[in-house]
Each structure stands twice: as structure tokens, then as C-alpha cells.
T-cell receptor, first 111, second 113 residues
């Protein structure tokens, strides 16, 4: 299969930093996405990694290690509005353009 | 502004009835996708289409059908053969030049009673 694993839940404090990990099967890998999904809403695109290294975009950064089948999403200066589910999605074999999603990590930010 | 529109937002149907969920995009994206999301779970792929008049089954296609007669439209029919149709349905579109990063519609929450 194409298992994508990420923690089910995380809790952090407002103003802190949190790292959400994602591991995946490396065979056929062609890119990794992170999406944010607030309760009852559709996911929105956060980041895309296809090469090793860190991509920074404001308070959010995403890291990829292709050899290890590992990515993380780093959220800095946490705000209450960051409470949401974070979905890791992997593009296997770009011909189809279809992503496989992990089950998501529900992040709760506390005051 | 370009976007992807799903309708309706909420839908209630009696068991045994077919129901069609609408998805329209004006982003000029070639590829469109239907996912299903159950509480506490990730998205599972139902069907996808890369070009007009062509579509492929995803991981959980049984009990569903689609059509792609126009580039902009990719409706999903939930048939009476789908055993557990109550779920949140998400339509998405993407393009190769954006590495197939998805733009999602706002979703349709289907409840079958």
C-alpha cells in the first residue's frame, strides 16, 4: 500500500512552535503537499515539497527528506486560529496527478 | 475570481435514492477529483478525471458514478448501491503546471436517512 502516517492529535500553546511529522512509502514518490482544514470546511493548500530541504512561507515551513520518506510542517508563533487539522498528501506517479492523503493531525492551540 | 463550486452544501436523501452532487470549476484545470471524508479520517479518492470524456476509478468507486462531458464540470452520482453514503464529499481540481496541488470546493455534506 501507500501508507502515510501522521500523529492523530497534538496540542500546543499560543505563541509556541509545533512540528507535525509525516512519514510515507518512498516508492513512486513525486511530491508532498500539506493542507490545512478547519472543522467543517474544505482543505486549503499550505505547501509543496518535491526536493529535499526546507520551504519557508511566513509562519509556516515544510521540510522534506526523500531518502527517509519523511516530512514535517513547522508552525511558528502559534495563533488560536491555527487550531485545525493538517493533512499530509503524497503525489505518487505524476501521470495520474492524484494525491494520497494521511488521516490528518488535529492541532489544538490553547491560550 | 476563479474557483471551484460545489452544490448543494447540505443534502438529505432517503435510503435507496440516487443523488447527484454538482462540481463546477472555472480555473481551466484539466484534472478533477472526488474525495470522500468520514469523521476523523483522511480523504479517500472516489473517481478522478484528467481530460474531458475520460475518468478513472479511485480507491472506493463502488456505488458511485461520474461523467466529464465538459472541462468545467465533474458531477458525482451516489447510487443506491453505495452501502454507507453519509459523508462529507469534496471535489478538487488541479493542473500539471501547479504540480497537481489541489483547489478544493467547499464540500457537500450528504446525509442518508
Amino acid at each position: 500500500g501507500q501508507n502515510i502516517d501522521q500523529p492523530t492529535e497534538m496540542t500546543a500553546t499560543e505563541g509556541a512552535i509545533v512540528q507535525i511529522n509525516c512519514t510515507y512509502q518512498t516508492s513512486g514518490f513525486n511530491g508532498l503537499f500539506w493542507y490545512q482544514q478547519h472543522a467543517g470546511e474544505a482543505p486549503t493548500f499550505l505547501s509543496y515539497n518535491v526536493l529535499d530541504g526546507l520551504e519557508e512561507k511566513g509562519r509556516f515551513s515544510s521540510f522534506l527528506s526523500r531518502s527517509k520518506g519523511y516530512s514535517y510542517l513547522l508552525l511558528k508563533e502559534l495563533q488560536m486560529k491555527d487550531s485545525a487539522s493538517y493533512l499530509c498528501a503524497v503525489l505518487f506517479n505524476t501521470n495520474a496527478g492524484k494525491s494520497t492523503f494521511g488521516d490528518g493531525t488535529t492541532l489544538t492551540v490553547k491560550p | 475570481d476563479g474557483g471551484i463550486t460545489q452544490s448543494p452544501k447540505y443534502l438529505f436523501r432517503k435510503e435507496g435514492q440516487n443523488v447527484t452532487l454538482s462540481c463546477e470549476q472555472n480555473l481551466n484545470h484539466d484534472a478533477m477529483y472526488w474525495y470522500r471524508q468520514d469523521p476523523g479520517q483522511g480523504l479517500r479518492l472516489i473517481y478522478y478525471s484528467q481530460i474531458v470524456n475520460d475518468f478513472q476509478k479511485g480507491d472506493i468507486a463502488e456505488g458511485y458514478s461520474v461523467s466529464r462531458e465538459k472541462k468545467e464540470s465533474f458531477p458525482l452520482t451516489v447510487t443506491s448501491g453505495q452501502k454507507n453514503p453519509t459523508a462529507f464529499y469534496l471535489c478538487a481540481s488541479g493542473n500539471r503546471d501547479r504540480a497537481y496541488g489541489y483547489t478544493f470546493g467547499s464540500g457537500t455534506r450528504l446525509t442518508v436517512v
